[in-house]
Nanobody, 125 residues
């Protein structure tokens, strides 16, 4: 199983980025997907999640109005659109996957089976 996150970079505050996570080695359409982030000195935190079908999503309160999670099952890819970036969004962003029977969006990190390597987002003020 491989989850390849990409799309991070250096961006000015107020800008936008779209992160992608391409999955292989799993039946993507059976997987709930999530994005988490970790900044230096802090614990990993939940950012957004999407159910197998894409019909259910969940967001951390701190990002709800600015982040959008989506997926393309035909491309085995999940996306995270990040708008109105703030300096506090600087972190390594990780995608995660969990094969699941029900169409749930999962918030807890310990509910996920597979993790990608992360992509760094740096926001300059």
């Amino acid at each position: 199983v491989q989850l390849q996150a990409s799309g991070g970079g250096l961006v000015q505050a107020g800008g936008s980025l779209r992160l992608s996570c391409a999955a292989s080695g799993i039946t993507f359409g059976y997987c709930a997907m999530g994005w988490f982030r970790q900044s230096p000195g802090n614990e990993r935190e939940f950012v957004a999640a999407i159910s197998r079908s894409g019909t259910r999503t969940a967001y951390a309160d701190s990002v709800k109005a600015r982040f959008t999670i989506s997926r393309e099952n035909a491309k085995n890819t999940v996306y995270l659109q990040i708008d109105s970036l703030k300096s506090e969004d600087t972190a390594v962003y990780y995608c995660a996957a969990r094969a699941i029977l029900k169409d749930y969006a999962l918030r807890a990190g310990n509910e996920y089976e597979y993790w990608g390597q992360g992509t760094l987002v740096t926001v300059s003020s």
